[in-house]
């Protein structure tokens, strides 16, 4: 992979992190806009995307950019940037530090680079398609444990489509029986993350969008777990339905959710 890529992808989470922490020290006063029920936009957000964008364009004019925060029409470049400015918004407005810079790199179809930085902790998950996942650098993969009762599950509740909240609370129920404990963090990038780097064993939810989910695709991946769609398909980054984390923890959370959700039920 090009390292100006690599470059270009390391400087923008910097960057934009950078960004973030500077407003979320002074979100008291933070600037919130809402785009929808229980959706919002925050000055953080565009003024991170802006920074991401402009340095993209200024070094890749070529290439196109889906980003959370702007409608621009794709062009036709078969490389693109996947953009979230801000993941873990509603945290951030709160001044709940739980948040994450997410951007991916998709070159004819496929995330070839990634990168999710939490700038709170300084950690920056990084991965590249065929070369492995890292943490700050260093070498980074999916936990070993196999066992139910020792898994530790992250996942978040429908929060844009309320209205399905039992039907998920099945699952929700089924897997709390069985696991250790779960967490509900309010960023899927981070959630993602952590399933690449061992802190917990799977991870699922629904009515993502692709910006959410393409960086920790790749992470996951490349840290050697396993991540589909929920009818165990890898159609996840664009039906915004994933489930994640080592085989055996992917398998039963699969199972449970093609009994309590009927395999694919989006927000």
């Known amino acids: 992979m090009n390292e100006q890529l690599t470059k270009t992808l390391v400087d923008c989470v910097k960057e934009a992190g950078g960004i973030l922490l500077d407003y979320h020290n002074r979100f008291k006063t933070l600037h919130v806009q809402s785009k929808g029920s229980f959706d919002f936009v925050t000055e953080a957000d565009l003024a991170a995307q802006e920074a991401i964008i402009r340095l993209i364009r200024s070094r890749h004019p070529e ?3 889906l980003a959370e925060e702007d409608r621009t029409i794709p062009g036709q470049s078969v490389t693109r940037w996947l953009v979230d400015p801000l993941d873990g918004t509603t945290n951030f407005i709160h001044g709940f ?3 994450a810079v997410s951007i991916a790199l998709e070159h004819k179809g496929a995330v070839v680079l990634a990168a999710v930085y939490d700038p709170c902790r300084n950690e920056l998950f990084f991965a590249q398609k065929g070369q492995g996942a890292t943490l700050n650098g260093h070498p980074i993969a999916v936990s070993t444990r196999q066992k139910l009762k ?3 599950v992250a996942t978040a509740f429908p929060w844009r489509e309320k209205s399905i909240l039992s039907v998920y609370l ?3 129920t089924q897997v709390f029986k069985r696991v250790s404990d779960i967490r509900r963090s309010g960023a899927a ?3 993602l993350a ?8 799977g991870y699922w939810e629904l009515g993502l969008s692709p910006w959410d989910i393409a960086a920790g695709h790749l992470l996951v991946k490349e840290a050697g777990g396993s991540i589909s769609d929920f009818t165990g398909g890898g159609d996840h980054i664009w039906t915004g339905d994933v489930v994640a984390g080592n085989q055996a923890l992917h398998e039963f959370l699969l ?3 093609k009994e309590t959700l009927g395999g694919n039920v989006s927000a």
């Open 63 to 65: 290439h196109d950019i």
């Open 170 to 172: 099945k699952g929700f």
């Open 255 to 257: 199972k449970i959710i």
């Open 97 to 99: 530090p739980v948040f």
């Open 194 to 201: 952590y399933v690449a780097c061992g802190r917990c064993e």
């Open 189 to 191: 990038a981070l959630d």
């Open 150 to 152: 020792e898994a530790l």
